[in-house]
């Protein structure tokens, strides 16, 4: 079985501009998260979805970020405008609810210029 | 809301010589404990899970650890390090209901020759 999948692995994009990341969850999973890996920082979860509802988004650093998840296999997060404090490695894991255990995609690392 | 200290960002040790990785959580006993390893570049990986069936949790690649209530650590070791272990290691509790996950500050794992 596939695990989850990520896109892109690497963006390098000037300030500014828009970016979108992209997340498979595994397939039945129905819990999606998003976290942020800085050295400074460590991880920080952004947001959670359970059964593509938003349950919280109390981690999103600003209006600038933004998640969506249209359906069961797939998920956004879009930052517009980016700024070079963005930078980061973006991760997205998924669950089945209450089994507890996260399983990770590789994650994307995002360089704002 | 749960917290966890993995004390040593920092850990260095020789090939073969035991390893230990220390984890505190807070002080509500938390349904799910976890420790996740993470390679260069790639997502996080379990290593192993404690559910409260035992307090001694069996991983991958000869890891253990065991949680102790008194002291509130799930401190994880190996009796002899590889090589092929130096990775960064997070420790993760669950809160309350079991659908939230907090990561520790990390501890980075070098193996000295």
């Known amino acids: 079985d596939a695990g989850v999948i990520q896109s892109p692995r690497h963006e390098v994009t000037e300030m500014g501009q828009e970016v979108t990341l992209r997340c498979k969850p595994i397939?039945?999973?129905?819990?999606l998260f998003w976290y942020r890996q800085t050295m400074m920082r460590g991880l920080e979860l952004l947001i959670y979805?359970?059964?593509?509802?938003?349950?919280?988004d109390s981690g999103m650093p600003e209006d600038r970020f933004s998640a969506k998840m249209p359906n069961a296999s797939f998920s956004t997060l879009k930052i517009q405008p980016s700024e070079p404090r963005d930078s980061a490695v973006y991760f997205c894991?998924?669950?089945?609810?209450?089994?507890?255990?996260?399983?990770f995609g590789e994650g994307s690392r995002l360089t704002v210029l | 809301a749960q917290s966890v200290t993995q004390l040593g960002s920092h850990v260095s040790v020789s090939e073969g010589a035991l390893v230990l990785l220390r984890c505190n959580y807070s002080?509500?006993?938390?349904?799910?404990l976890f420790w996740y390893v993470q390679y260069p570049n790639q997502g996080l990986q379990l290593l192993l899970k404690?559910?409260?069936?035992?307090?001694l949790v069996k991983g991958i690649n000869g890891f253990e650890a065991e949680f102790k209530k008194s002291e509130t650590s799930f401190h994880l070791t190996k009796p002899s390090a590889h090589m092929s272990d130096a990775a960064e290691y997070f420790c993760?509790?669950?809160?309350?209901?079991?659908?939230?996950?907090?990561f520790g500050g990390g501890t980075r794992l070098m193996v000295k020759p």
């Open positions: 894991a998924s669950r089945l609810s209450g089994a507890g255990e996260l399983f």
């Open positions: 397939s039945g999973h129905n819990s």
């Open positions: 979805f359970n059964n593509n509802v938003p349950i919280d």
């Open positions: 002080s509500s006993v938390p349904p799910y």
């Open positions: 404690y559910t409260s069936a035992a307090t």
């Open positions: 993760a509790v669950t809160n309350n209901a079991g659908n939230m996950l907090t």
